[in-house]
Every structure is written in structure tokens, then in C-alpha cells.
């Protein structure tokens, strides 16, 4: 079973930072892009960034310049850290891998989301 678990959510006022990770665990063979997408109430889920095996990045405009996407491909781990946040960047943050496992053929994969909370 694939289990993806996000962790660094929380309340931050505007202009701080925080990062969030996720791991994946289980009978993984092959993680190919990693990515984060958010969800603020009422509104759809939208990509904020991803990031290939490789190490390419790609950025929704709206956060570009402030948030950078990392991996470590040894420990499963996918990192976003957020700089100078705003409060339109409140929103549960879930992350998102695409892979594949021994039983199925690739595939995407959701952690349980963690919330991030820009307020002062």
C-alpha cells in the first residue's frame, strides 16, 4: 500500500516562510513527478509546483520567484519551501506523486493534505 504523508503546515503571518514535505512509503518501484497542489476554500485545486526525476521544476505563476520545489529520490521525499507568504496562499497543501508500484502501472497518488494558514 502507497502512503504519501505531508508535514509542515501551520499558521504563519504574511511575509514569513514555511516548508512542507512528504514522504512516500510502500512498494514503490519508480516515483517519477512529484508535485504540490493546493485547495483554498471555494475554490479548485490548482498546481503550485512540480518536479520531474530529473530535478525540473515548473511554478504557477502565482508563486514563482517565491517558493522552491525539491526531492530527494533516495528517501521519497518531496520538500516545498515558501517564502514571503501571503494570505491568498492559505490553503490546505496536498502532495500529489506520480508512480508506479509492483501490482498496477503508474499512476497519481495523494497525501491527506496539510493546512497552511497566512494571517496575522
Partial sequence: ??????????????????????????????????????QAPGKQRELVAAITSGGNTNYADSVKVRFTISRDNAKKTVSLEMNSLKPEDTAVYYCNANLQTPWSSRGGYWGQGTQVTVSS
Fill in 1 to 38: 500500500q502507497v502512503q504519501l504523508v505531508e508535514s509542515g503546515g501551520g499558521l504563519v503571518q504574511p511575509g514569513g516562510s514555511l516548508r512542507l514535505s512528504c514522504t512516500a512509503s510502500g512498494n514503490i518501484l519508480s516515483i517519477y513527478t512529484m508535485a504540490w497542489y493546493r
